[in-house]
Each structure stands twice: as structure tokens, then as C-alpha cells.
């Protein structure tokens, strides 16, 4: 079989593999729904590196075996979690969330992640919200490229967190991100997970993680900075800075 440029390594799951249509993914990865093994999964092939990958990976497999519902990777039929900047992960049906109930269910989910990972490794390349108080680049962040006056106003934000305990955030739980299942709810894409302070994640619709006024600010100020940043200078990344207070 010829594949696509960058997705020769889909062969690496055996000879009965198929890619069948692209999904939503994001502009950083190429995402398909892929059949292997005789089941259908997703297969997420982007420029990420091999320590990078295996972050993420053993991550998924750890949070899985905790019963945190996420994709997990499907192994090459060598056990390679990942290959050639390809993974490949169950797929996960349901809805995204709509009501203020989901959306309890999904800050649940988040805290849940909270706790297992506090004191987790950083993500290879990246930096926290608190380390770019004095960084200046971290991963997709480059603070240069931003006005002067945009990067005092994040850092602002970001100075609310200082001394918090760290652990893995998941780093974009919007709707497209979250799955509402019979079972319960289930957090996908997590390209941009990191260790940062756990209030990135909390800003969320009905105030759904039950903060109190000062702790919403916090959050939501903290997480429209790290937005506007992450994607700068895309007209959401401007929207994002805009909620940003002047310091």
C-alpha cells in the first residue's frame, strides 16, 4: 500500500490498516480516523519529538489504569507507543458537554487529573505559566513576538499563581475536547497538556468547578493569558489577551 507523505509509518501497525477520513485536529497535527487491528482508532501524526511523544504517551497509559476515561495509545505491533511522530489511540464516542451538570462532571474529571499527577514531570520543551514570569520561550510560547504591554498584562496574571502547587493541566479543555459518555465524561486531545498550575483548567462554563469570585478571577485572568500566548497572533490569541486586564 502507498501512503500519504508522513503516514508511511501507519504500516508499522500491521498489514490490515486502513486511514479513512480526517477529523478536527487542530493546525499543529494531521488527524484521521484509522482502522487497525480490526477496530476503528485515531491516528494523529504531527512534528512533536520522540521525548516529547513518550511524555504524552505514558501519560495517557498511567491516567487509563487510574480509570480517568482518555484515548489511549495502541502499540505497533513491535509495542512502540508512538512511531515516526505518529500515535495511534482508541477512539472515543459521545457528545461534547452542553449542560451545567456536564459540565460538573467535566471540572470532576479535571481535578481527578489534578491529583493524580501532582509532583509529574515537566512536559520535554515546555514551561508553566509561573516559569514564564521570567522566561521568555517555552514550546509554542514566544513571549518576543507579543507588544511589550500584552506580555506585562499575561505576566500580571500569571503572578496570582506564584507559589501553587504544580501538576498536569490538561491545557484546552474546551467542548471539542470533552466527550459526555453513558459512562461518565472523557478529556481528549491533550497536545497542549503541561505541568502548570491547576487553575488553567478551572475557568470553566456555569463556573462549573465551583470557585469562588477571587479564585474565578484568578483562573479565568491566568487562562486568557496562557490562550492568548499559546496561540499568538491568530485573531483568537487577540480576542484572549483583549479579556486580559491592563496592568
Avoid at 29 to 44: E, P
Avoid at 74 to 82: A, M, S
Avoid at 150 to 167: I, N, P, Q, S, Y
Wanted: with cysteine; charged share 25%.
Amino acid at each position: 500500500m502507498t501512503w500519504p507523505v508522513g503516514w508511511e509509518a501507519l504500516g508499522r501497525w500491521g498489514d490490515d490498516v486502513a486511514r479513512i477520513e480526517p477529523l478536527a485536529g487542530g493546525v499543529a497535527n494531521d488527524v484521521w480516523s484509522v482502522r487497525v487491528y480490526g477496530r476503528l482508532a485515531v491516528g494523529r501524526l504531527g512534528a512533536r519529538s520522540d521525548a516529547d511523544l513518550a511524555w504524552e504517551t505514558e501519560l495517557l497509559r498511567r491516567l487509563d489504569r487510574e480509570g480517568l476515561a482518555v484515548p489511549v495509545p495502541i502499540p505497533t505491533t513491535d509495542g512502540r507507543l508512538f512511531a515516526d511522530g505518529l500515535v495511534v489511540m482508541t477512539y472515543v464516542e459521545g457528545t461534547p458537554p452542553e449542560t451545567e451538570a456536564d459540565w460538573r462532571r467535566v471540572a470532576d474529571a479535571l481535578r481527578r487529573l489534578h491529583r493524580l499527577t501532582r509532583g509529574w514531570p515537566q512536559r520535554p520543551g515546555w514551561r508553566s505559566s509561573t516559569d514564564l514570569l521570567h522566561a521568555e520561550t517555552g514550546t509554542k510560547i514566544d513571549l518576543g513576538a507579543m507588544p511589550p504591554e500584552g506580555v506585562a498584562r499575561c505576566r500580571a496574571a500569571w503572578a496570582r499563581l506564584a507559589g501553587r502547587e504544580t501538576c498536569v493541566v490538561h491545557g484546552d479543555p474546551n467542548p471539542r475536547n470533552v466527550r459526555v459518555t453513558a459512562n461518565g465524561v472523557a478529556l481528549i486531545d491533550w497536545d497542549e497538556a503541561h505541568v502548570d498550575v491547576p487553575d488553567l483548567d478551572l475557568a470553566l462554563p456555569h463556573n462549573a468547578a465551583g470557585l469562588d469570585d477571587e479564585a474565578h478571577d484568578i483562573a479565568a485572568q491566568a487562562s486568557a493569558a496562557w490562550e492568548a500566548a499559546v496561540c499568538w497572533d491568530d485573531e483568537y490569541a487577540i480576542k484572549r489577551l483583549a479579556e486580559v486586564r491592563a496592568v
